[in-house]
């Protein structure tokens, strides 16, 4: 079992930066991908990015590239997400999620359905 909880969201205006953190916790944690997705109401939810087990490798959707940069701390047992030069459009609920299939593996899955454990999510929101 794998836990996962995510911190950092909240409202800020447009041009405006965010860190989003994902505290891990319970199978060794250090061993398999995570990424980062985020929801609106209605939709899908859309990759945001995804990071190898040794933080190496990383991958981005193009809608964020540029803007946005995951990066993961093993000792401390966190990813993260810092979001720069935010717009109305990334307004949406972010959550992390870990590949515990692809534990050793440098793949970057951009499916959701390729992450089996979650967190609970959190809001951010970006004002124009």
């Known amino acids: 079992q794998v836990q996962l909880v995510e911190s950092g969201g909240g409202l800020v205006q447009a041009g405006g930066s965010l860190r989003l953190s994902c505290a891990t916790s319970g199978r060794t944690t250090s061993t398999y991908p995570m990424g980062w997705f985020r929801q609106v109401p209605g939709k899908d939810r859309e990759f945001v990015a995804a990071?190898?087990?040794?933080?190496?490798?990383?991958s981005y959707a193009d809608s964020v590239k540029g803007r946005v940069t995951i990066s993961r701390d093993n000792a401390k047992n966190t990813v993260y997400l810092q979001m720069d030069s935010l717009e109305p459009e990334d307004t949406a609920v972010y959550s992390c999620?870990?590949?515990?299939?692809?534990?050793?593996?440098?793949?970057?899955?951009?499916?959701?359905?390729?992450?089996?454990?979650w967190g609970q999510g959190t809001q951010v929101t970006v004002s124009s």
């Open positions: 990071i190898t087990w040794s933080g190496d490798l990383t």
């Open positions: 999620a870990a590949a515990t299939y692809y534990t050793g593996s440098t793949y970057l899955p951009p499916l959701s359905h390729e992450y089996d454990y």
